[in-house]
């Protein structure tokens, strides 16, 4: 824990009286600055830990949320990985960020996606353009990325079982698997491997496919972060969205030997095999932007 910033875990009561779960890394000081943070597929809020301990102590709020169906926001008699209504799932993201800016009313607002976080990001800055003051995109990860199962089964498992829980975990690599970030994943209780096809659907049909108009309709400022040992389809996906996003102040800020977790500034736990001084080059730079913005 960084000295001097709490992290407060709370619940937002959504319109419908669904309780969604947050965390608030509070600003050490005066702030002028809320940023909303979006997790990654399957995971949950606290993947932003380091990354939200470093901005807050710079005196800019951090909210992390967990999507609806997801880690502390399970949706009662379902499983994590599905929710019943996709379209409700998302407009909570806006009643985050109304609840943000009536909690701090001089701030400016931002978004963070992470991973899969990238897709709803867009999609929430191309649908309510006057509601954000820009976003952080890292690591990309959209329909190039998605394995082929999703995209070739998705159609007909939402005609025949929309319900049915695929569980992702067969589609790892047996390094990942025997790395130390998926033994990691494997026993975190709030992470999970499976997804329900009506939410992947979703996410597909909503977010993946609509991802490049998305960005082309995405006029505030934007910085991407990559790493450049992630996955070929992420970085070179990261290029195109760059090109795609219709702001004129945007930005792509690669770090060279970075996997898909930013040497776990954007992870659940910080292990041996990153140092302090690498994580810390990433909330740099996004706080150098933040503070530029």
């Given at each position: 824990?960084v000295a ?28 002028r ?21 470093d ?6 709020e951090?909210?992390?949320?967990d ?13 994590r ?5 996709f ?5 909570d ?18 978004m963070?996606g ?50 049915t ?13 025997e790395?130390a970030e ?33 960005a ?35 930005s ?35 706080k ?6």
């Amino acid at each position: 824990m960084v000295a001097g910033v709490k992290e407060i875990q709370k619940h937002f009561k959504m319109t419908d009286g669904f309780d969604l779960f947050c965390r608030h890394w509070k600003a050490d000081g005066e702030s002028r600055k809320s940023v909303v943070c979006i997790h990654s597929i399957g995971g949950h809020s606290e993947v932003f830990r380091v990354m939200g301990q470093d901005l807050a102590e710079d005196g800019i709020e951090v909210y992390a949320l967990d999507l609806r169906g997801f880690g502390n926001s399970k949706e009662k008699g379902l499983p994590r990985g599905d929710t019943k209504d996709f379209n409700r799932h998302l407009r909570d993201l806006g009643e985050v960020v109304g609840f943000v800016r009536k909690r701090h009313l001089k701030n400016r607002v931002y978004m963070f996606g992470w991973s899969l976080g990238v897709l709803y990001t867009l999609w929430y800055s191309a649908n309510h353009p006057d509601s954000l003051d820009g976003i952080i995109l890292a690591a990309p990860y959209w329909v190039g990325s998605m394995p082929l199962i999703y995209r070739t089964n998705i159609s007909s498992m939402l005609v025949s079982a929309p319900e049915t829980i695929y569980d992702t975990y067969k589609t790892w690599s047996r390094e990942f698997k025997e790395s130390a970030e998926g033994k990691i994943l494997r026993q975190d209780p709030l992470f999970t491997t499976k997804r329900s096809w009506r939410w992947l659907g979703g996410v597909k049909e909503t977010l993946s496919d609509r991802v490049l108009q998305n960005a082309s309709q995405t006029e505030k400022p934007t910085l991407i972060i990559l790493g450049g040992k992630d996955d070929k389809d992420i970085r070179d996906g990261a290029k195109q969205l760059l090109e795609s996003v219709a702001a004129k102040d945007k930005s792509i800020q690669p770090f060279p030997d970075a996997d898909h977790f930013f040497y776990h500034a954007l992870f659940f736990k910080t292990t041996a095999k990153h140092d302090q001084a690498k994580r810390k080059r990433v909330t740099s730079v996004v706080k150098d932007w933040l503070n530029a913005h």
